[in-house]
């Protein structure tokens, strides 16, 4: 069939804040379908309340509606455009649920509009528990025995039927929220009365628990003519019992016989096909019985799931690209492959290498949260390594999770206790794999780790021969020693030098420059979709310690943009909006486009965003490397977040060229002693402080500033160990605790504005010239962290004169710190009087709010400022502000039902949402301005 001529206007439906079990993958999977949609003419409208998104920018839709995901808003679209069919499949769950709400409501029929993509009876077996059982039953598949139950009494039932262990699994929610493993008896009536509080229609499926049992992913598409395709089988290292987002997951499948797969593809072929009659992207789970090899199915989503962007990034397959032509009508057969361009999508992809995909936690956000993982969500992130073994690939992954692991252990945080050990290897928790590692070392049987943690045998060996690899290396004394076969088998089981260094205790630099001298460097591969079967168009690579490089220096001008590594709380989807729109400016003035980043979700790592993409860890071995290799003129890290910025020191220090703002200038800002003499200096006042080395210097500076005292940790993102104290012995505790976690940072002890206003600014300057982005009004008082706290633009309550002394601080500030490029300035405001509280020279998480409130590209007018091809006198910047833009932060707390969820100085929201309003009258801001009096209040 070919293309639906009669659709000539699309509405996609996006995923709103950033949740957990709902992250930035579906702002990769809707930028690639509209774009999909627009290469075929068709005029795209597009839905979405997140404003850190590419996905909501005029450069991916012709209409952008950053309105709240209701039927209302989906009623106002509709009254405005003729949009002739909507594409659900790319807002995960929450553009299901709405999609679903508003055909109930006969909003799609009143309208006449098509669904593409999916059909609402798919939706509805795939959501309703029993339905889906049945129809699994009905097609001979395999599925665990279970009981739908509606009430407390009919939970009792089903769990006398079916015994313990069992498992319970609200209907219609994301991330598993309520689902739980349960036991023993005295556990189950907890666990079901939460799951039935969580489902909105009051039903939770109790299934018998396949506890141990392996479990696999498909990512598959079908076409208007029922072709289907794999395009790529995932399994989990994890056994079942822990949610898929939580579990490491490796592709292609390692312990798969082909017998058993080629049954779950049939399986999954079936499955899908039984799903009604829609073209489109559709995510299987499966559970194989790792003696028997029986299969059972888990769950379908017949939509482009969060792992299909995984499965995009890991086959250089653009899965939600070819879902949305396929939507339109397409046949596979009739459109080409991306990578390739001469073959065509009806093709299953071929991997010559592995990928190692691993979960970011954020734990230290959430105090006192269960560390336990199971069947809900917990991971913030993830990364994704890239290499010619499990090894390697797994080693790069450990090496991007930006929580100072030099790889899979070998390094000062490994563990020497066996009873901790193994305790910990039973109950699985953020930390195993690395335990695994521990117990291996300590020489704890393959044997007694598998019946612990009932991972594969497989992986297991696997980590073992690491183990060996690092008792055969104990054997030298000097990096020099290391034979150079040995040295690359090391660098190709993906030990870092940090690693190796550690296991000798000499210095890094030592096995660096013997590594050099030795000429054992990366060569550079790429993704290509079919193993070098044909050739590719892409320049999408990953590194390996091979002969053979892939990758072709050219000599053009060029630049390297740093990502921001895996989102976690503090450093979020914001900064992949700003690496995206760093790429685009680059090329815009003539330069060649590097991006070098970790993160699957994202939209910078989309093969034809940047002239080259490098899926590597943000890690300074793998970064020097390319540098070398490439020569490029120098490198962005102001659009990165933290992960970037930590990075310049070192660039500075090897004479590489940092694009914009100099490491001094950074330098100044992040050095409070510094920075405080800088403000007094301008003349600008700041809240008294101090900066400590240990609990006797931070008491005796709190006792000269005076209680309350905000106490925290140098160089850190998103307030991190941030705490108000209000006496010395709360003061000692938190100091201990610092440097318990982060022994090498000071201590910074600043004086406590009680009551005061907080307020914010984002600039651009070119060294000569500032201009002010925007000037934001917090509601909630000082005390709450910037990105937990509501932000409205522009300014509501303050007045002019504390308005124009910010102005003048920040162009003050900003020539002062020789700024070229981005900065952000955070004040408080008491008694009208404005203070400096800090300075950070790069993007922050309100740029994009702020572009996308003004409609203004704030952030490619930055990157040709720090690149120094233009002035801000060359552009017309004419912001176009529409009343007032409020940014709401979203939390994720019912993940963790027992932590305390009162704000304060350490951030703990996981994303935002966008709200304008005509007035203050309006009562959505009214609601909110309320908060700001129950806080002070408190």
């Not at 829609?278 to 194989?288: E, L, M, R, V």
């Not at 005061?756 to 201009?771: L, S, Y």
Request: a negative charge; proline letters at 4%.
């Amino acid at each position: 069939m070919a293309k639906d001529q009669s659709i000539k206007s699309v509405l996609i439906i996006g995923s709103g804040p950033i949740i957990i079990g709902q992250a930035c993958e579906f702002d990769y999977s809707g930028t690639q379908a509209a774009k999909s949609l627009r290469e075929e003419g068709i005029e795209v409208s597009l839905i979405n309340s997140n404003p850190a998104t590419i996905m909501t920018d005029p450069v991916t839709a012709d209409h952008i509606y950053l309105l709240p995901l209701t039927p209302e808003s989906i009623v106002q679209i509709l009254e405005e455009r003729q949009i002739d069919a909507v594409l659900p499949t790319m807002g995960g769950q929450t553009g299901l649920n709405l999609t679903i709400e508003a055909g109930k409501l006969g909003i799609w029929e009143k309208y006449n509009v098509k669904l593409i993509g999916v059909d609402l009876d798919a939706i509805e077996i795939t959501e309703n528990r029993e339905a889906f059982r049945q129809l699994m039953v009905d097609k001979g598949l395999g599925v665990a025995p279970s009981f739908i139950a509606n009430s407390f009494l009919e939970g009792k039932e089903a769990a006398q039927k079916i015994g313990f262990p069992l498992v319970i699994r609200p209907s219609y929610t994301l991330g598993g929220t309520g689902g739980a493993f349960v036991h023993k008896a005295e556990e189950f009536d907890a666990a079901l009365r939460r799951g039935l509080e969580m489902s909105p229609t009051h039903e939770v499926l109790v299934e018998q628990a396949v506890l141990g049992w392996k479990e696999f992913e498909l990512e598959l598409l079908r076409d208007s003519a029922d072709n289907v395709v794999i395009i790529c089988t995932v399994e989990n290292l994890d056994p079942m019992g822990i949610h898929t987002g939580d579990s490491i997951t490796v592709a292609p499948a390692m312990t798969l016989s082909d017998t058993a797969y080629q049954e779950m593809r049939d399986q999954a072929i079936l499955a899908m096909r039984s799903l009604g009659n829609f073209a489109g992207g559709c995510n299987i789970q499966f559970s194989q019985n790792p003696v028997t090899e029986e299969l059972i199915v888990i769950e379908i989503n017949p939509r482009v799931s969060r792992s299909s962007a995984l499965a995009s990034k890991a086959t250089g397959y653009p899965i939600a690209k070819i879902a949305a032509k396929l939507a339109l009508g397409y046949r596979l057969d009739e459109l080409k492959n991306q990578i390739t361009k001469t073959t065509s999508a009806y093709f299953e992809p071929t991997l010559d290498y592995v990928i190692v995909k691993m979960p970011r936690w954020n734990f230290s956000k959430f105090h006192g949260a269960d560390h336990t993982l199971g069947l809900q969500m917990k991971s913030v992130g993830e990364v994704m390594g890239i290499g010619r073994s499990f090894q390697e690939a797994l080693q790069k992954a450990c090496q991007s999770l930006e929580d100072n692991r030099m790889g899979l252990g070998a390094d000062k945080k490994e563990w020497i206790k066996t009873a901790d050990i193994l305790e910990r290897l039973e109950t699985a928790s953020d930390d195993r794999i690395f335990r695994l590692k521990d117990a291996l070392r300590l020489g704890v049987p393959t044997r007694t780790i598998h019946k612990l943690t009932k991972i594969d045998p497989w992986f297991i060996k696997e980590i073992k021969k690491l183990v060996k690899m690092e008792e055969e290396l104990m054997r030298y004394n000097v990096a020099e020693d290391i034979p150079k076969d040995f040295f690359v088998k090391l660098k190709q089981a993906g030990y870092s030098d940090g690693q190796i260094a550690w296991t000798l205790r000499i210095d890094e630099e030592e096995v660096t420059k013997v590594r050099k001298k030795l000429e054992v460097r990366r060569s550079y591969k790429l993704v290509d979709t079919c193993a070098a079967e044909f050739e590719a168009q892409t320049p999408y690579y990953y590194s390996t310690f091979d002969t053979e490089n892939e990758s072709d220096s050219t000599d053009n001008k060029k630049v390297i943009v740093l990502g921001a590594g895996p989102n976690r709380i503090g450093q979020g989807i914001e900064f992949d909006y700003c690496c995206v729109h760093g790429l685009l400016a680059a090329k815009e003035v003539g330069y060649e486009s590097i991006m070098i980043n970790c993160n699957p979700e994202t939209v910078s790592t989309d093969f034809d965003m940047a002239d080259k993409l490098y899926f590597e860890p943000v890690f300074w071995e793998h970064l020097e490397e390319i540098i070398e290799h490439e020569k490029p003129e120098g490198v962005i890290v102001q659009l990165g977040g933290q992960t970037a910025l930590k990075l310049a020191e070192t660039l500075h220090a090897k004479g590489i060229k940092i694009i914009g703002t100099d490491f001094k200038s950074m330098d100044l800002a992040e050095d409070r002693g510094a920075f405080s003499d800088l403000l007094k200096e301008l003349d600008i006042p700041y809240p008294q402080y101090g900066v400590a080395n240990d609990a006797d210097e931070a008491i005796a500076i709190a006792n000269r500033v005076t209680y309350p005292v905000l106490v925290r940790p140098s160089y850190v993102l998103g307030g991190q160990s941030m705490r108000i104290v209000i006496n010395d012995d709360e003061l000692e505790r938190h100091v201990l605790s610092i440097y318990k976690h982060m022994p090498d940072n000071k201590v910074l002890v600043d004086q406590f504005l009680d009551r005061a206003k907080e307020a914010e600014i984002d600039a651009i300057c070119d060294g000569d010239e500032v201009h002010v982005m925007g000037i934001m009004e917090h509601i909630e008082p000082a005390g709450v962290h910037s990105g937990d706290s509501s932000a409205v633009l522009p300014t509501y309550s303050l007045s002019v004169e504390a308005v124009t002394k910010m102005v003048e601080y920040t162009e003050k500030l900003a020539k002062a710190l020789k700024i070229k490029g981005l900065i952000n300035i955070q004040f408080a405001i008491k008694d009208d009087k404005v203070y400096v509280i800090e300075a950070n020279p790069r993007a922050s998480r309100t740029t994009p709010f702020i572009a996308k409130a003004y409609k203004v590209p704030y952030l490619n007018i930055a990157t040709k400022v720090m690149l120094g091809t233009h002035k801000l006198k060359d552009f017309d910047i004419k912001p176009q502000p529409s009343g007032y833009a409020i940014k709401v932060p979203v939390f994720s707390f019912n993940k963790f039902p027992n932590v305390d969820k009162n704000l304060g100085p350490e951030m703990r929201s996981t994303g935002e949402a966008i709200r304008f309003i005509k007035d203050l009258s309006d009562p959505f801001f009214r609601e909110l301005d309320s908060q700001r009096s129950m806080y002070l209040a408190r």
